[in-house]
């Protein structure tokens, strides 16, 4: 069975740095696409960002365009994201996701099969 393993979250002060990481351990697994989504307190699940590996150019949302990178290394399943001036609304639990068909769109819950069990993102103002 798959299992993708976050690591990297933590309490920062706004303005602050973190860098998440995603890796998949188990069975050998060929993605398709992997992703970062977040969810803070009574909110829903929301995209943060995502590549198609036979794309390679990742895809980001508007709430974190320009501050958050997303980088990976398909040979590996493994990904990263790196968030530079975090602000306090980015405060959430943060999810990496992977699947292994192809996807009109990576932008949603659904469009995944495999997530990890999360990794808390605190940002204090």
């Known amino acids: 069975q798959v299992q993708l393993v976050e690591s990297g979250g933590g309490l920062v002060q706004a303005g602050g740095s973190l860098r998440l990481s995603c890796a998949a351990s188990g069975r050998t697994f060929g993605s398709a696409a992997m992703g970062w989504f977040r969810q803070a307190p009574g909110k829903e699940r929301e995209f943060v960002a995502a590549i198609r590996w036979s794309v390679g150019s990742p895809g980001y949302s508007d709430s974190v365009k320009g501050r958050f990178t997303f980088t990976g290394d398909n040979a590996k399943n493994a990904v990263a994201l790196q968030m530079n001036s975090l602000r306090p609304e980015d405060t959430a639990v943060y999810y990496c996701?992977?699947?292994?068909?192809?996807?009109?769109?990576?932008?949603?819950?659904?469009?995944?099969?495999?997530w990890g069990q999360g990794t808390q993102v605190t940002v204090s103002s």
């Open positions: 996701a992977a699947t292994r068909t192809y996807r009109a769109s990576l932008y949603t819950v659904g469009a995944y099969d495999s």
